[in-house]
């Protein structure tokens, strides 16, 4: 059984830095192509940063040079590293693990940016 468990959100001022995860329990993690999407209120599902089985990662315009997604393969982790978060960060994180039509999805963790 596939299970995705996400860790690390919590409430945060401007300017500060959270570390998510993802740890992954039922897949091949390597054989998989990565991702964090996020979900503001009121707001559609979009896709912050994806990561590639090799390691190629691609970033949201409006997180480029703030976040940083990673991988271990060995511990079936994958991280998102986000530095001076602001407000417009706040939402529900979800990380996405996908191969062909395979495709999982974990709980979600809550980032909330607040003064």
């Known amino acids: 059984q596939v299970q995705l468990v996400e860790s690390g959100g919590g409430l945060v001022q401007p300017g500060d830095s959270l570390r998510l995860s993802c740890e992954d329990s039922?897949?091949?993690?390597?054989?998989?192509?990565l991702a964090w999407y996020r979900q503001a209120p009121k707001k559609e599902r979009e896709l912050v940063a994806s990561?590639?089985?090799?390691?190629?990662?691609t970033y949201a315009t409006s997180v480029k040079g703030r976040f940083t997604i990673s991988r271990d393969n060995r511990k079936s982790t994958m991280y998102l590293q986000m530095d001076s978060l602001t407000t417009e960060d706040t939402g529900i994180y979800y990380c996405?693990?996908?191969?062909?039509?395979?495709?999982?999805w974990g709980q979600g963790t809550q980032v909330t940016v607040s003064s």
């Open positions: 996405n693990v996908r191969r062909g039509s395979r495709e999982f």
């Open positions: 039922g897949l091949t993690f390597s054989a998989y192509n």
């Open positions: 990561i590639s089985m090799a390691h190629t990662t």
